[in-house]
């Protein structure tokens, strides 16, 4: 077995070096799991998209990866998980449940197709391989809709959630959960479900965002204090959906991924702002009855062919094409690409990928690492030899007292606070978020121009605070997450030293 990739940092290297060190040493089975685990730790953050039915996942996923590829809506394969992943050139393979696999071509649109024309029962999942740069720092594994009747695609989606499952399908290693305007109790017990048996040790805000996607059909008036603004709207409302998913969710940020597609896949075209422009020019009466529903707006008789029209509605729907009508009436010569960045920003997908970024990959070594050491304890429970299986134990606990592994306390006490389990002063709250959630010690201090000197002083001042808040200001648990945080400081100080 090959192992692909970089490591995800410091304690992710000691666990893999942790794994080949014993591995001569322990029995054939449990170097068998060594393998898969090292395996695992070589490979980009795993990903999965989970939600609701037709809740917009696999919209999300496309606008992600930048290339609209796996199937929206309609057909089979809406009930398969799908792994899309790096590769040096674009490959669909379909992974059947004996472990064989078929190559599947792409159809005349460049996605997966839609139905695979083969019994699904023997289907396992489906692998993509492209060649989209995102992906070498995440693995998205695109899942079927929870809460589906269907029972067969409900049994895949528990494939996707079974933590010992070798299954390519198993371990996702973080979430990113879509929901949409109104948020269920049963929302709630699938993200619950779904993190829980996540292959990390302590699933939670540490590994799950959510989004608001389909923001755009958000009724504003439903909203008190909206002001009769769709995004406004939809702030407030995913700000009420994160009081309610807190304890398993880091954030709940508003998305419009159908926008966010279109604009990213390159599924807006010129053509497509000629229309718009073309739709601009009607009377502003005309416009407005026409943007009542998508029947109208269709159906109308007007200048822009029909066609034309259904178009650009798959593309945007109705807000979408509000934005841009009002985005060329600003600016009527506005270029084509322009107009399709304007569709981008009001997507939020920026701030999605910024969460992603900051939320996952700066914690990917502790979130792998932490997967890998659950994984190890567990083969070490399963081995036959007692001798052994204190070997690894002692090897663990040996990793567990590195400076390194000082990353697995920091996600805990994160997750302590982001669910509310331990309360700090808000001051305090963001202070501990920052020191956690970078990987860059200027971003941990927030002080990104600082020289090193100051930097240097900075760390030993916050640790001597920690220290004493730990000692003095503190409830014992609000100690136990000052006492993480006056170390964290201090790893930063002697690390700014040493440099
Ligand atoms: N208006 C609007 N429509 C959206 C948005 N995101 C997705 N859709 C539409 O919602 C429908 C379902 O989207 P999918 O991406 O297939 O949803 P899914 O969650 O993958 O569905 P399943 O895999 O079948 O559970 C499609 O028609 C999308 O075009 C959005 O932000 N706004
Ligand atoms: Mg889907």
Known sequence: ?????????????????????????????????????????????????????????????????????APTD??????????????????????????????????????????????????SHIEAYLTSAVLKDMTVIDTPGLGSLDAASVARTEGVLDPTSRDAVAGAEAVLYVVTQSVRADDQQALAAFTAATAS???????????????????????????????????????????????RVADVLPVIGLLAESAETGAFTSADADALRALSELDDATLETILLSADIFTTWECDVPAGTRTRLLDRLDLYGVRCGID??????DIAAGELRRRIRDASGLEAVR???????????DGIKAAAALASITALAHTAPDPAERGKVHDAIEVLLAKPEAHQLRVLEALTLLTSGAVDLPDDLTEEVLRVGSNADVTAQLGMPDAEREQLTAHALE????????????????????????HRAYFLIWQQLREQ
């Open 354 to 364: 910024a969460r992603l970024n900051t939320v996952f990959a700066a914690r990917a």
């Open 327 to 332: 985005a060329v009436r600003v600016e009527p």
């Open 74 to 123: 309609v057909g089979e394969c809406t009930r398969l998980v799908t792994r899309f992943q790096y590769g040096t050139v674009d490959r669909v393979e379909v992974v059947l449940i004996d472990g064989s696999t078929t190559v599947l071509p792409f159809d005349a649109d460049g996605m997966i197709p839609a139905s695979l024309g083969m019994d699904l029962a023997t289907v």
């Open 462 to 485: 916050r640790a001597g605070w920690w220290r004493s808040f730990a000692s003095f200001g503190a409830t014992p648990a609000q100690s136990r997450v000052a006492h993480v945080v």
């Open 201 to 247: 040790r302590e699933a939670g805000p540490v590994n799950a965002i959510a989004v608001l996607n389909k923001a755009d059909t958000i009724a504003p008036e439903s909203v008190s204090g909206a002001d009769a603004d769709v995004w406004h709207a939809a702030s407030l409302l995913a700000e009420a959906q994160a009081a309610t998913l807190k304890p």
């Open 1 to 69: 077995m090959t192992e692909q990739g970089a490591l995800a940092g410091p304690l992710s290297t000691s666990v893999a070096n942790l794994c080949r060190r014993l591995q001569p040493q322990v029995g054939p089975a449990t170097a068998a799991g060594f393998t898969e685990v090292l395996r695992r730790l070589g490979a980009p953050l795993q990903v999965a998209v989970a939600g609701r039915i037709k809740s917009g996942k696999s919209t999300l996923v496309n606008a992600l990866i930048g290339r609209r590829v």
